[in-house]
């Protein structure tokens, strides 16, 4: 369509004349010492789920752990993946009781999942570990036998976005159309302030100050649940804004109430509990379509990790402001080798 008609239809952004560019990267952020508070645990009586004089049936156990994760703000599709690989495990190996689960039961069902990657069966091992953590916690199994078994696999680093790709994307993009243009704002948002894609798409109005142009982040929306405070430039500030007031048109279109940032081609909110979410499924899809790589919301925080690290910020500080629990997850982020810590340390000798 030529930029000189006229457009009337709700998702056509009439005064958004050029292409995106990539402003400069300035990031730097704060934390707010404040955190959510955990709802207790559920105190159960374990004679309640005892149906026996031998043990917990673990049916029992499992459905009060999968209350007790959901009331402590486990996202749904974590806590249904938890479930259905505990189930496997007990259906693979004919469980019913927990005092029947020993480390040679776990290992030999690991070792039945088939010709699939150690990465895989690390993975498994790691949700197993999870579930047996809660029955634990709950005092229905007296040692924790499971704590330091490991699957060893080699670790691959995977590199954070190029910018030029990045760059090429936001040019080609149709910053007239708005499901185009929302994607555009996506990707700036990641690559500005390095949040995780599920808690953009969970962004609200309330969630943005644009007097300081800080993004406020609550634990509700966070995968650490802790409250974090992320800057924002004007660049950024200014097309967050003009998806709002697009945003306000096709809400009264569809009659829609929400404030949520990144709507739907329906003006509603993206489904947080399905994976791929539309704007994930989208990045791939230009990805595919301009020949692009490395195109995807992780490696944009890797990037907005490394621009920091360039930017003279520690490792703690990066840390933080990518809301991880373990920096050992930010130097995997951020590639570090060995060489690059042998290096390091011999400045301080």
Known sequence: MSKNKQRTGIFDLN??????????????????????????????????????????????????????????????????????????????????????????????????????????????????????????????????????????????????ANEKQLSILLSLLDMTNFIQFRDAVAVLTIYKTGIRMNTLIQLEEKHIDFNTNSLLLTGDIMKNHDVLKLPFDDELANYLKRLIAQNDIIRQHYKKRNQVIFLS????????????????????????????????????????????????????????ALSHKSLLTTTRYLGVSSDEVLKGLRDYL
């Open 15 to 160: 005064d958004i004349t050029g292409s995106m560019q990539l402003p400069k990267f300035d990031g730097v952020f704060q934390q707010n010492d404040t955190k959510l508070i955990a709802p207790p645990k559920i105190l159960v009586d374990v004679t309640e789920v005892n149906k026996g004089e031998r043990s917990v049936k673990v049916a029992n156990a499992l459905l009060i752990v999968k209350e007790q994760m959901r009331l402590s703000g486990i996202r749904k599709v974590t806590i249904k993946e938890y479930v259905y690989t505990f189930n496997r495990l007990v259906e693979g190996m004919g469980i019913e009781y927990l005092d029947e689960i020993t480390l040679e039961i776990i290992f030999n069902w690991l070792s039945q999942l088939g010709n699939i990657s150690d990465v895989a069966k690390q993975s498994r091992l790691r949700t197993i570990k999870a579930v047996l953590n809660r029955f634990y916690d709950n005092g229905w199994i007296k040692k924790n036998f499971w704590k330091d078994v490991r699957i060893r696999v080699d670790t691959k680093i995977k590199l954070p």
């Open 265 to 320: 081609k329906f003006g509603d909110s993206l489904d947080v509990e399905t994976k791929p979410c539309a704007i994930t499924k989208r990045l791939s899809y230009y990805a595919k379509k301009y020949n692009l790589n490395n195109i995807n919301a992780h490696a944009i925080r890797r990037l907005y990790a490394t621009n920091l690290r360039k930017k003279g910020a520690d490792v703690v500080l990066i840390s933080k």
